[in-house]
Nanobody
Framework: QLQLVESGGGLVQFGGSLRLSCAAS????????IGWFRQAPGKEREGVSC????????RYADSVKGRFTISRDNAKNTAYLQMNSLKPEDTAVYYC???????????????????WGQGTQVTVSS
């Protein structure tokens, strides 16, 4: 069964850090780009970051540039999102998604991705 499982969410204070993980099972992530998305209550799901299958290319939403870092370890079949300097507006359910092949300028589109995880809650208190 093909599956992505996020972990690492939780409650953190303003300015704190969290590291999210996205582990794949049932398939190898070697040929997949990975995207991280988030959805706050009452808002649409939005793209946060993506990383190419090799890890050589990354993209970020303007709202998280300089604070979040995406990475991957293909040997562990896992991708990560390091989140620093967290703000209350970062509060959301965070999802990882996998896209076979490359991603380009449309990396932020939900429909680009083939597989999705179930999400992990991140709450930042002020």
């Amino acid at each position: 069964q093909l599956q992505l499982v996020e972990s690492g969410g939780g409650l953190v204070q303003f300015g704190g850090s969290l590291r999210l993980s996205c582990a794949a099972s049932g398939f190898t992530l070697d040929y997949y780009a990975i995207g991280w998305f988030r959805q706050a209550p009452g808002k649409e799901r939005e793209g946060v970051s993506c990383i190419s299958s090799s890890g050589g290319s990354t993209r970020y939403a303007d709202s998280v540039k300089g604070r979040f870092t995406i990475s991957r370890d293909n040997a562990k079949n896992t991708a990560y999102l390091q989140m620093n300097s967290l703000k209350p507006e970062d509060t959301a359910v965070y999802y990882c998604a996998a896209k076979f092949g490359r991603v380009g300028s449309t990396w932020w589109l939900i429909e680009e991705y083939d597989y999705w995880g179930q999400g992990t809650q991140v709450t930042v208190s002020s």
